[in-house]
């Protein structure tokens, strides 16, 4: 059970062994082997009295074939391939904080959306009722109506919806006259004929307290009943983030109210699929929660938690050119850079590994044929051809 419970513990150490820790591994081996080498190539030339200058050159043979230096010019040539500046000392500890990346903290939302909206519901007083009922009703047709005539932007899509154009409305029946209040609230009397019309648009809250009157078929009273309905429909829509536009119409000298139109901020295109993308790589994706109602929306859509305070190591917390790139990339420079750096450290730590059989190969065949006698120098350009493969192989695989 000891022996087993060693193995394990070890097994679990080579599990959490990082690419720098196998290349200094690696490293020192080779250092070993090569001192070793050279001392046995040095002591057999001098035993066979071919003097100390012969067994001098005989342990650097050994020393060349061995030592890390093979080694170093693989990595090097593949970290400039990589288009990777410097030695792998300083910059594999760098690809690897990139690489083992595991919590991606998004500072807005403009990785989330852009600007866009998207009609979420309407509603009253044909809540209830399923879009060809709607389409039976002059209520509805008033709505829209007042929806492509007073909003612009986003909500006058629920009426561009149905085919209610905002501007040939208003060429069909032009303004007389255009006003808002403190409040908020937009009024515009518009011509109808001989006749005119006039629409008012704004806060829910605000409207449904104006309103006296409900719009259906016809005009009829508001309860209060309805009125408290209202307040409940405005207060649930702030708590969910959504963005209401409430309407209403003047029928004699009171207001009657049509319906109301929320609006939920849209997605990116794509970004719950980066979302997604990045979480089956193993980055977890967090919006820090700043208590905006709409953020939380839209992080709920993108399948991306809110938290508070500072989260666990992103991508922005790196520092250098990778930082800036996955700021200014985004999620997909985000996914691309954790990506490449995995892709370039599995690289490096094979060709590492391809490397070091080779000198420990190389090594063992010099050494032995500097202790029967045998010349060394022959080994040197072998070596040197050795690793070359070794490193148009892996360069072809490596971006």
């Known amino acids: 059970m000891g022996g087993l419970a060693v193995r394990r513990r070890k097994r679990r150490r080579s599990l959490r062994r990082t690419p720098a820790d196998v290349l200094k591994r690696t490293e020192r081996t080779l250092w070993t082997l090569s001192a070793l080498g050279c001392a046995l190539a040095l002591g057999a030339g001098i035993l066979r009295g071919k003097g100390a200058l012969c067994a ?13 230096a093979g080694l170093w010019a693989v990595c090097a040539l593949l970290l400039r391939r990589m288009g990777q ?18 919590t991606l903290r998004l500072h807005d939302l403009s990785e989330l959306e852009d600007g866009r909206f998207e009609v979420e519901t309407a509603g009253a007083p044909f809540a209830m009722e399923d879009e060809r009922a709607l389409r039976r009703q002059g209520a509805w047709m008033l709505l829209c109506t007042a929806c492509a005539l007073c909003s612009g932007g986003p909500h006058g899509q629920y ?43 704004g806060p829910l809250e605000i409207l449904a307290e104006r309103c006296a009157l409900l719009w259906e078929e016809m005009p009829r009273p508001m309860t209060p009943q309805e009125r408290e309905g209202l307040y409940a429909v405005a207060q649930d829509a702030l708590r969910r983030g959504l963005l209401v536009e409430a309407y209403a119409m003047r029928s004699g000298e009171e207001w009657a109210f049509l319906g109301y139109v929320a609006l939920a901020p849209a997605l990116r295109p794509g970004a719950a699929e980066r979302v997604r993308a990045l979480r089956l790589r193993g980055v977890r994706t967090v919006l820090a929660d700043t208590g905006d109602a709409g953020a939380r929306l839209l992080a709920r859509k993108a399948g991306v938690p809110c938290v508070r305070g500072r989260a666990v190591q992103g991508a922005e917390d790196l520092g250098g050119e990778d930082a800036l790139f996955a700021r200014e990339g985004g ?18 730590v094979e060709a590492t590994r391809s490397a070091a ?43």
């Open 56 to 68: 001098a050159g005989a342990a650097l043979c050994v020393a060349v074939v061995a030592s890390p």
């Open 159 to 201: 009426a561009r919806l149905y085919g209610y154009d905002g501007d040939k409305l208003r060429r069909q029946f032009p303004a007389r006259s255009l006003h808002a209040d403190e409040a908020g609230v937009s009024e515009g009397c518009f011509r109808d004929g001989p006749g005119e019309r006039t629409f008012c648009s």
């Open 357 to 399: 059989a080779a000198a420990l190969l190389m090594n063992a065949v010099c050494t032995a044929s500097s202790v029967a006698g045998g010349a060394a120098w022959p080994f040197v350009p072998v070596a040197a051809a050795i690793y070359a493969s070794i490193y148009l192989y892996y360069a072809r695989q490596t971006r």
């Open 85 to 102: 500046r410097g030695n792998w000392h300083a910059v594999v500890p760098h690809m690897q904080r990139v690489a083992r990346v595991r």
């Open 331 to 348: 999620l997909s420079g985000v996914l691309e850079a954790v990506e490449t750096a995995r892709g370039r450290l599995a690289r490096l």
